[in-house]
C-alpha cells in the first residue's frame, strides 16, 4: 500500500500550473465562497490572457483580476458588485477592447461546463431559444433535438484547466 501523501500547499505552489493564455473557473458567487487568497495570487503572479469562466456571478475576484491585467475574456452572465452597480475595473476595460465577453445566461455556461465533464463536444440548453444571443455569440449554434423537434442552442464544451474554490475547511488528504 502506498503512502498517503498531504495535499497542502501554499498559494504560489498551489498555482504554479497556471499559464498565460489559461482557462480558469472560479466558484462562488457574488461575494460569497470567494478563493479570494488565491485571487490575488494570481494578480501578483503577472499571468497574463486569461479566460475566465464563473457560474452563476462573478464580483470583485474577477474584477481584480481585470484591473490587475491578467484577464482576456469572462464568461460570466453577470460581473458586478451586487448593489455597488457593475464591477468598475470590467465595465472600463471592456468599453477599451481590452476584455472579451462572451455573452451567455448561466445555463449555456452549466451546459458548457457539463459537456466538458462528460468529454462530449457540446451541450444543450433551451436557454436563449428566439432571443438575439446566438447573433451576439457566435459560439452558439441554434439547432433542432432529433426526438422533439424543439429549438435548443447547443454550446461548446467550456473545459477549465484550472478550477479556484473556497472551503471552510480541509484536511491534509484534501477532504
Same mark, same amino acid.
Given at each position: 500500500?502506498?503512502?498517503?501523501? &498531504?495535499?497542502?500547499?501554499?498559494?504560489? /505552489?498551489?498555482?504554479?500550473?497556471?499559464?498565460?493564455?489559461?482557462?480558469?473557473?472560479?466558484?462562488? #458567487?457574488? @461575494?460569497?465562497?470567494?478563493?479570494? &487568497?488565491?485571487?490575488?495570487?494570481?494578480?501578483?503572479?503577472?499571468?497574463?490572457?486569461? $479566460?475566465?469562466?464563473?457560474? $452563476?456571478?462573478?464580483?470583485?475576484?474577477?474584477?481584480?483580476l481585470?484591473?490587475?491585467?491578467?484577464?482576456? /475574456?469572462?464568461? *460570466? %452572465?453577470?460581473? !458586478?458588485?451586487?448593489?455597488?452597480?457593475?464591477?468598475?475595473? @470590467?465595465?472600463?476595460?471592456?468599453?477599451? +477592447?481590452? *476584455?472579451?465577453v462572451?455573452?451567455?445566461?448561466?445555463?449555456?455556461?452549466?451546459?458548457g461546463?457539463?459537456?466538458?465533464?462528460?468529454?462530449? %463536444?457540446?451541450?444543450? $440548453?433551451?436557454?436563449?431559444? !428566439? $432571443?438575439?444571443?446566438?447573433?451576439?455569440? #457566435?459560439? @452558439?449554434?441554434?439547432?433542432?433535438? %432529433? @426526438?422533439?423537434? /424543439?429549438?435548443?442552442?447547443?454550446? %461548446?464544451?467550456?473545459?477549465?484547466?484550472?478550477?479556484?474554490?473556497?472551503?471552510?475547511?480541509?484536511?491534509?488528504? +484534501?477532504?
Open positions: 500500500m502506498s503512502e498517503r501523501t &498531504s495535499k497542502q500547499a501554499e498559494a504560489r /505552489e498551489a498555482l504554479a500550473c497556471l499559464r498565460d493564455g489559461a482557462v480558469m473557473a472560479i466558484g462562488g #458567487s457574488l @461575494f460569497h465562497n470567494k478563493p479570494m &487568497s488565491l485571487v490575488r495570487e494570481i494578480a501578483r503572479s503577472g499571468v497574463r490572457g486569461l $479566460t475566465v469562466v464563473a457560474v $452563476t456571478q462573478a464580483s470583485i475576484d474577477v474584477d481584480l481585470v484591473a490587475a491585467g491578467c484577464v482576456a /475574456e469572462v464568461r *460570466v %452572465p453577470y460581473l !458586478g458588485l451586487e448593489h455597488h452597480g457593475l464591477a468598475i475595473n @470590467f465595465r472600463r476595460q471592456v468599453a477599451e +477592447g481590452k *476584455v472579451k462572451w455573452d451567455c445566461d448561466e445555463t449555456q455556461v452549466i451546459a461546463m457539463e459537456a466538458a465533464a462528460k468529454n462530449l %463536444p457540446s451541450g444543450v $440548453t433551451k436557454t436563449g431559444v !428566439g $432571443t438575439d444571443l446566438p447573433r451576439s455569440n #457566435s459560439a @452558439f449554434k441554434e439547432i433542432v433535438d %432529433p @426526438f422533439t423537434g /424543439e429549438s435548443m442552442i447547443a454550446v %461548446p464544451a467550456i473545459c477549465p484547466d484550472v478550477a479556484l474554490i473556497h472551503a471552510t475547511y480541509g484536511d491534509q488528504w +484534501g477532504n
